[in-house]
């Protein structure tokens, strides 16, 4: 979810290479393009997230999504990059906009956050593509340029308490 700071040229460059451009050899249809390959995705889902999750629900910049699977029905909790702009929260889609997680919350409408040591609910969420990366702090707009995260899920608050 959270991609790592600290990683290599020859790694970025990796990252950077994704999958955009390539085509099947097979077909020749252009292969889905995301900003993260899922090899690093699935290494962050074993390594990364469970040491984020002692730490996402109190650092800025960080929260846990709280979300329902789809077909499972259970609550998942995955760490992500968030960002208050004005009245609405900001998440860096770091694998894309066809991440399980990003289906979920799309499905049920919202999901519930905890940043800063709050739970807040949030709805309405709204894919946004944005390669100027506007909404995102200047430094995280850095690095999101790097490995070329230009997907954002926006979301509001909702009305009442949690």
């Known amino acids: 979810m959270v991609t790592s700071v600290l ?3 020859r790694l970025l460059a990796r990252v950077r290479a994704g999958t955009r451009g390539v085509r099947s050899r097979r077909s020749g249809v252009r292969l889905k393009e995301v900003p993260i390959p899922k090899a690093v995705a699935r290494v962050n889902l074993i390594l990364t997230n469970p040491i984020l999750r002692h730490i996402a629900w109190w650092a800025p ?3 846990m999504v709280s979300h329902v699977g789809r077909t499972s029905g259970q609550v998942r909790r995955t760490p992500v990059n968030i960002f208050a702009r004005g009245r609405s929260y900001v998440i860096a889609l770091t694998y894309g906009r066809d991440s399980e997680w990003v289906k979920n ?3 049920a409408g919202g999901c519930v956050v905890q940043t800063r040591g709050r739970h807040i609910r949030l ?3 709204e894919v946004i593509h944005d390669p100027s990366q506007r909404m995102m702090p200047w430094p995280v707009r850095l690095i999101l340029r790097l490995i070329d995260v230009t997907d954002f899920l926006v979301l509001e608050p909702a009305t009442g308490a949690l």
Request: glycine share 8%; aromatic share 8%.
């Open 61 to 63: 910049g960080f929260a």
């Open 105 to 107: 919350v799309q499905a």
């Open 123 to 125: 709805v309405h969420p």
């Open 7 to 9: 990683v290599s040229s």
